[in-house]
């Protein structure tokens, strides 16, 4: 089982360039979600999706944009890439939005934006 | 809005001993669940323990324990009979309960050291 797979694993930036983290799940989830980790800041959330068609914003998501249009893929899109967007990003699934379900996370991307 | 806090940048133990990483979280809600996810170099977020805020009894996962205190908003992990494979950063989550969508608030994380 491949389970929530990212795409880069790294990726470097020069400011103002846009590119797209991919997050695939084979699982047949209907939740996804991305998150951003920071040094001292632990996890935040950028947006998430309770199905295909469904998106939504989280905690931070400010310069990301997302778009859910099959249940498989999340990619999250950077508009104009920014120093303050040096992050390692993280994709999450579970089976629907249930409080009751775990969470599956990818390996993570690190993106730094010179 | 609730919070997260983990109080314990960095710890380290002994291999074969116990340790305790500590978490409280802030809410008004009733209804809500707490987390263990342990982090290892490779990155990967791994599930270590969950606990319904609704059961009184103590979430237990092989070597992996919590003390769940509702009244004082605190939620810590015990790790017993640590191994080096232990070591790693640990965070500590809350998700509402009652419906909300699966969205986790984490704390800041504990760096665990695991000495031979």
């Known amino acids: 089982n491949a389970g929530v797979t990212q795409t880069p694993k790294f990726q470097v930036l020069k400011t103002g360039q846009s590119m797209t983290l991919q997050c695939a799940q084979d699982?047949?989830?209907?939740?996804m979600s991305w998150y951003r980790q920071d040094p001292g800041m632990g996890l935040r959330l950028i947006h998430y999706?309770?199905?295909?068609?469904?998106?939504d914003q989280g905690e931070v998501p400010n310069g990301y944009n997302v778009s859910r249009s099959t249940t498989e893929d999340f990619p999250l899109r950077l508009l104009s890439a920014a120093p303050s967007q040096t992050s390692v990003y993280f994709c999450?699934?579970?089976?629907?939005?249930?409080?009751?379900?775990?969470?599956?996370f990818g390996s993570g991307t690190q993106l730094s934006v010179l | 809005a609730q919070t997260v806090t983990q109080s314990q940048p960095e710890m380290s133990v002994q291999e074969a001993e116990t340790v305790t990483l500590s978490c409280t979280y802030d809410?008004?809600?009733?209804?809500?669940?707490l987390f263990w996810y342990k982090q290892p170099p490779s990155r990967q977020m791994i599930l270590v323990i969950r606990?319904?805020?609704?059961?009184?009894q103590n979430a237990t996962e092989n070597r992996f324990s919590v003390n769940f205190q509702k009244a004082a908003k605190s939620f810590s992990l015990k790790i017993s009979d640590s191994q080096l494979g232990d070591a790693a950063m640990y965070f500590c989550?809350?998700?509402?309960?009652?419906?909300?969508?699966?969205?986790?608030?984490f704390g800041t994380g504990t760096l665990l050291a695991v000495q031979p």
């Open positions: 809410t008004s809600e009733s209804d809500y669940y």
């Open positions: 606990q319904e805020a609704y059961k009184q």
């Open positions: 989550a809350y998700r509402r309960g009652g419906g909300a969508t699966n969205k986790l608030i």
């Open positions: 999706s309770v199905g295909a068609g469904i998106t």
């Open positions: 699982m047949n989830h209907e939740y």
């Open positions: 999450a699934s579970s089976y629907d939005e249930s409080t009751n379900e775990k969470l599956f």
